[in-house]
C-alpha cells in the first residue's frame, strides 16, 4: 500500500527565508509520481510541483523546488525567499499504479506560517 | 478558462436527507476523483473514474454513491447522510494515460463544505 508522510504539522518561517516541508514515501512500485499542492486558507487546492521516479533532476518550479531523494524516499519541498502569501497548508501527494487506474495518496499537511 | 465546478459550495443539512454534490470539468479529462478532507487526516479519496461509465471505489466509500453518464459530469450522492460525513469535500479531473501512475496534476474544485446535523 501507497503512504505519504508528512511529520512536520507547522512551521514558521521568516519573510525571504528559505523553508524546506518535508516529505517521505512508502510504495513498492517501481514508477510513480510525486506531487505538491498548496491551500491557502480560501480552501482550494493548487498545484505546485511535480516530480517523477525515473527523472533524473530535482523538479523547479519558480521559488520551488523538489529535493527528491530515491534511497531515502523522501520528496521535500523547498521554498526559497519566502513570502507572506506562503502562508498555507501544503500537502505531498503520490501517484501510483493500483493495477486498475492511477490513484493519487495525500499527506496530513503541513501548515506553514510566514512571519515578518 | 479550465475548470472543475462544483455545486454547491456550502451545506447545511439533516441527517437521512439525500443530497447531491455536482461537479463538472470543461477539459475533456478522462479521470475524475472525489476526496474528502478532515483535520489531522488530509484527503481521503472516496471514489473515483476512469471513464464514462468507469467507476470504483477509493478509500472511504462506505455512505457514498457516484455516477458517470456523461465526460464532464461526476456527481457525488450521500443517499443517507449521517453527522460523520460532515466534511470538506473536492472533486478533482486529470488527463491520464489510466494504466500506468499519472504524470498529470489534477484539477482541484473550489470545495463543498458539508454540515450534516
Known amino acids: 500500500a501507497q503512504k505519504i508522510t508528512q511529520t512536520q504539522p507547522g512551521m514558521f518561517v521568516q519573510e525571504k527565508e528559505a523553508v524546506t516541508l518535508d516529505c517521505t514515501y512508502d510504495t513498492s512500485d517501481p514508477s510513480y509520481g510525486l506531487f505538491w499542492y498548496k491551500q491557502p486558507s480560501s480552501g482550494e487546492m493548487i498545484f505546485l510541483i511535480y516530480q517523477g521516479s525515473y527523472d533524473q533532476q530535482n523538479a523547479t518550479e519558480g521559488r520551488y523546488s523538489l529535493n527528491f531523494q530515491k534511497a531515502r524516499k523522501s520528496a521535500n519541498l523547498v521554498i526559497s525567499a519566502s513570502q507572506l502569501g506562503d502562508s498555507a497548508m501544503y500537502f505531498c501527494?503520490?501517484?501510483?499504479?493500483?493495477?486498475?487506474?492511477?490513484?493519487?495518496?495525500f499527506g496530513t499537511g503541513t501548515r506553514l506560517q510566514v512571519t515578518l | 478558462e479550465a475548470q472543475v465546478t462544483q455545486n454547491p459550495r456550502y451545506l447545511i443539512t439533516v441527517t437521512g436527507k439525500k443530497l447531491t454534490v455536482t461537479c463538472s470539468q470543461n477539459?475533456?479529462?478522462?479521470?475524475m476523483s472525489w476526496y474528502r478532507q478532515d483535520p489531522g487526516l488530509g484527503l481521503r479519496q472516496i471514489y473515483y473514474s476512469m471513464n464514462v461509465e468507469v467507476t470504483d471505489k477509493g478509500d472511504v466509500p462506505e455512505g457514498y454513491k457516484v455516477s458517470r453518464k456523461e465526460k464532464r459530469n461526476f456527481p457525488l450522492i450521500l443517499e443517507s447522510p449521517s453527522p460523520n460525513q460532515t466534511s470538506l469535500y473536492f472533486c478533482a479531473s486529470s488527463s491520464t494515460p489510466g494504466r500506468s501512475f499519472s504524470n498529470q496534476p489534477q484539477h482541484f474544485g473550489d470545495g463543498t463544505r458539508l454540515s450534516i446535523l
Open positions: 501527494a503520490m501517484s501510483s499504479n493500483t493495477g486498475t487506474a492511477s490513484k493519487l495518496t
Open positions: 477539459m475533456n479529462h478522462e479521470y
